[in-house]
C-alpha cells in the first residue's frame, strides 16, 4: 500500500524565492495535516482539511504561508516570498477520519532557505 | 490554550535498562496516541488508548492512560539499539486537532 507521498524530498532555495511542497494522501483517507518541524519549536501543526475542505489553519505563520487541497489527492503547501526562518521539515499526514483517529505521514521535505 | 507537556526531553540510558516517559495534560483528553520517530525519520503511529486508567502493551513497551484522562506513560522493559528514536505523545481535546508534546528523545547506549 502506498503511504502518504511527498514532494520534493529536499529543497534548498535562496530567500524570497516561492517554494511550493506537495502532498498525495492515502487513498480514502478524509483528513489531510500539514506540519512544521524544528528543534526550537517542535511539531507544529500549521493547518488541516477534512474532505478537502479548510478547517482550521490558525497554526500557518503569517500571510506567507498557503495551503491548497484541490482535490481529494493532492495538496500543496506555499511559501512566498521565503525566508531563513521557515527552514524546516514539513510533514504532511492523513487519517482515515476526521477526529480520534491515527495520523499516517509522510517522509517529509527537508526545507533550507539561504 | 490546549497543551500536552512531556518529560524529560531528553533520556540517555543503557541498553538493557528500563525506559519512561511522561506525559501531561492540564485538561481532559478524549484519548491519547503515542508515535516514534527514528532519527531521520517521521513520526510513526504506535498506539492509541481511549479509555479511562487503559493499559496496553506491546511486547516491551507498555502504555498507561491516567484515571483523569489528563497523563500517559509509555515504558520500555529491557531497551535495545533498537528503541532509538524520539517519542511522541499526542493527545485529542474533543475537536478534530491532535497535539503533540514536546517528544523525549532517547539515546541508547551500547
Known amino acids: 500500500d502506498a503511504g502518504v507521498i511527498q514532494s520534493p524530498r529536499h529543497e534548498v532555495t535562496e530567500m524570497g524565492q516561492e517554494v511550493t511542497l506537495r502532498c498525495k494522501p492515502i487513498?480514502?483517507?478524509?483528513?489531510l495535516f500539514w506540519y512544521r518541524q524544528t528543534m526550537m519549536r517542535g511539531l507544529e501543526l500549521l493547518i488541516y482539511f477534512n474532505n478537502n475542505v479548510p478547517i482550521d489553519d490558525s497554526g500557518m505563520p503569517e500571510d506567507r504561508f498557503s495551503a491548497k487541497m484541490p482535490n481529494a489527492s493532492f495538496s500543496t503547501l506555499k511559501i512566498q516570498p521565503s525566508e531563513p526562518r521557515d527552514s524546516a521539515v514539513y510533514f504532511c499526514a492523513s487519517g482515515p477520519s476526521h477526529s480520534n483517529q491515527p495520523q499516517h505521514f509522510g517522509d517529509g521535505t527537508r526545507l533550507s532557505i539561504l | 490554550g490546549q497543551q500536552v507537556m512531556q518529560i524529560p526531553q531528553y533520556q540517555h540510558v543503557q541498553e538493557g535498562e528500563d525506559f519512561t516517559t511522561y506525559c501531561n495534560s492540564s485538561t481532559t483528553l478524549s484519548n491519547i496516541q503515542w508515535y516514534k520517530q527514528r532519527p531521520g525519520g517521521h513520526p510513526v503511529f504506535l498506539i492509541q488508548l481511549v479509555k479511562s486508567g487503559e493499559v496496553k502493551k506491546q511486547k516491551r513497551l507498555t502504555f498507561q492512560f491516567g484515571e483523569a484522562k489528563k497523563n500517559s506513560s509509555l515504558h520500555i522493559t529491557a531497551t535495545q539499539t533498537t528503541d532509538v528514536g524520539t517519542y511522541f505523545c499526542a493527545g485529542y481535546f474533543g475537536n478534530e486537532k491532535l497535539t503533540f508534546g514536546t517528544g523525549t528523545r532517547l539515546t541508547i547506549i551500547p
Open positions: 487513498s480514502g483517507h478524509n483528513s
